[in-house]
């Protein structure tokens, strides 16, 4: 069985902790909002990232037709190890991943802008 503070916090009842049911929803509520909020930011400056990258590379690629299959090719690549990761454990954020990819691939070659995957 695990261990530590919020194995604890679980197990113990509220009375056991020094505070009431009504005391320890308030903070879990909290916790929750501000939980919320981190995940909106981190979205909000992916998504940022994820523009700012498809600007540069149609910028670069617009110096030299060789530049923009470098940068299709790098994401091929990264699908690549993402994929070969998944294979070993599948998990979510693997396949997130690979879709989130996948739209940085359609907004370079022209196709569509990137959806909001986070």
């Known amino acids: 069985m695990r261990s530590g ?18 005391e320890d929803v308030e903070i879990l509520a909290e916790v929750v909002t501000q939980h919320k909020a981190e995940i909106e930011a981190l979205a909000a400056e992916t998504l940022a990232l994820q523009i700012l990258l498809i600007h540069l590379v ?6 030299s037709p060789v ?10 690549s990264a699908a690549n190890e993402i994929e070969a990761v998944s294979r070993a454990k599948e ?8 879709q989130v990819l ?17």
């Open 5 to 22: 503070p919020g194995v604890y916090y679980l197990l113990s009842s509220p009375a056991e902790r020094g505070r009431s049911m009504d």
């Open 91 to 98: 998990t979510a954020p693997a396949l997130k991943s690979l």
């Open 58 to 63: 149609t910028a670069f690629g617009s110096l």
């Open 67 to 76: 530049v923009r299959p470098i940068f299709l090719e790098a994401l091929d």
């Open 102 to 118: 996948e739209q940085l691939r359609l907004a370079l070659t022209g196709k569509h802008e990137p959806q909001h995957l986070v």
